[in-house]
């Protein structure tokens, strides 16, 4: 059977686990995660905001409780630092909150993805398919496309859909359809990673 379109997930398919001997000098996924309250306090910082990073830090996971249940699948980290900037009474400064958000969220590396990922997907994208990426995440889209360029795919995909963004997430069939028409691919064969 031949394929007009491949859509990946992310998580778990294309980034995974890397063993701690395979990432280099690079950190790992946990590690990451675990310093986004001082990544956030340290851009904070910079913008003029005087606060302690323990502050920083316990009023984070009150915000993205705060978001998740407000928003719920539509929840993305920008809606946790609006949350940060109302709990200290900041103005929300459109800029300043996305520049928060990009330090909250932090790097992703190339040492993360499965061994062969490059490779695959150039191959795929050598044959002439059309390669796509459906995410359940809460990193903004314009992050994510941050973090394929960093890793260098995001040239390989004709569509992103991150279902933050889009208030909808796997496994409902509209997130599927969705890409499958931004990437000009309806009633199609199309095979999901």
């Known amino acids: 059977m031949k394929f007009d379109a491949v859509f990946f997930d992310s998580g778990g398919t294309l980034f995974g686990p890397a063993p701690s001997a ?19 306090a340290a851009m904070l910082h910079a913008l003029g905001k005087e606060v302690a990073l323990e502050e920083v830090r316990s009023k984070l996971a009150e915000c993205e409780q705060s978001s998740k249940e407000q928003y719920g699948i539509a929840h993305t980290f920008v809606r946790t630092v609006e949350f940060l900037y109302r ?31 490059v490779e695959t997907i ?7 398919l059309i390669l ?12 994510f496309e941050r973090i ?6 995001l040239d390989f995909f004709s569509v992103v859909i991150f279902s933050g963004e889009e208030g909808i997430s796997k496994p409902d069939p509209r997130i599927f359809g969705l890409a499958a028409s931004r990437a000009g691919v309806m009633g199609k064969r199309i095979l999901y990673v």
């Open 22 to 40: 395979d990432l280099g000098s690079d950190p790992g996924p946990e590690e990451v995660d675990a310093r986004r309250p001082e990544r956030a």
């Open 87 to 117: 709990i200290f009474g900041w103005e929300e400064k459109p800029e300043e909150i996305l520049c928060v958000t990009e330090a909250y969220a932090g790097p992703r590396y190339r040492s993360w993805l499965f061994p062969g990922t």
């Open 122 to 128: 150039e191959k795929l994208h050598e044959m002439g």
């Open 148 to 153: 394929w360029k960093g890793v260098e795919l």
């Open 132 to 143: 796509g990426v459906i995410a359940n995440t809460n990193v903004p889209g314009w992050i």
